[in-house]
């Protein structure tokens, strides 16, 4: 029976070593286990967090694109305005010239042939041609305060001013007044090339 005893107690003595053994194996398997758990479960948390972010940010990109491309639009349809305006502008421009030159070379030579009575349909026609492309220089005016800046608008005005003026001269038989019409013309054509950035 001591045998017997001396043997369980070697069993038990074995067991008794391997216990801690096995427990320590175990507890560092287990430590090592839940380390690597709480690790992934922390890059899991922080791959959320930057998925996160990273949707904000490129929400905050998206509305930021839109935002410069419709501001781009928008500069480039304002831009697109004032050209037709301006070019329309130009086109009254040319024509009011052409009306007062028409206007000069009436009154000259109604001066010279003395008053012959065809003249009288012909002051009529150049009057009228005047009078339209007057009022095509004051429905530029009006268009060009719309879409253009007010300095613009300004020389734009002088320039109508002047060319009443002068049309009121010519009349009055003085079509040396013709003389500073392209100084004027040209000053308001560059006034528009910097309106238009060009």
Same mark, same amino acid.
Not at 60 to 80: F, L, Y
């Given at each position: 029976m001591l045998a017997h005893i001396g043997a369980n107690q070697m069993d038990l003595t074995w067991v008794l070593v391997l216990v801690p053994f096995i427990s320590a194996g175990g507890g560092a398997f287990l430590g090592s286990y839940l380390k690597k758990k709480a690790e992934n479960l922390a890059t899991h948390e922080d791959l959320?967090?930057? !998925?996160?972010?990273? *949707?904000?940010?490129? $929400?905050?990109?998206?509305? /930021? #694109?839109?935002? /410069? %491309?419709?501001?781009?639009?928008?500069? $480039?349809? *304002?831009?697109?305005?004032?050209? #037709?305006?301006l070019f329309k502008t130009a086109d009254k421009i040319t024509t009011a010239k052409a009306a007062l030159i028409a206007l000069s070379a009436?009154?000259?030579? #109604?001066?010279?042939?003395?008053?012959?009575?065809?003249?009288?349909?012909? *002051?009529?026609?150049?009057?009228?041609?005047? %009078?339209?492309?007057?009022?095509?220089?004051?429905?530029? &005016?009006?268009?060009?305060?719309?879409?253009?800046?007010?300095?613009?608008?300004?020389? !734009? !005005?002088?320039?109508? $001013?002047? &060319? %009443?003026?002068?049309?009121?001269a010519i009349s009055n038989e003085q079509p040396e007044a013709l003389n500073e019409l392209d100084a004027r013309m040209n000053a308001l054509l560059d006034a528009m090339r910097q309106e238009l950035k060009l």
């Open positions: 959320g967090k930057i !998925l996160v972010e990273v *949707r904000a940010t490129t $929400q905050a990109t998206k509305e /930021i #694109e839109a935002k /410069i %491309s419709d501001a781009t639009w928008d500069r $480039q349809k *304002r831009w697109e305005l004032k050209r #037709e305006v009436h009154y000259t030579g #109604e001066r010279e042939e003395h008053h012959p009575p065809y003249l009288r349909n012909e *002051r009529a026609r150049v009057g009228c041609e005047w %009078s339209e492309a007057e009022e095509g220089l004051n429905w530029a &005016t009006l268009l060009v305060g719309l879409a253009c800046g007010e300095e613009l608008e300004r020389s !734009l !005005l002088l320039f109508v $001013q002047f &060319t %009443s003026h002068l049309a009121g």
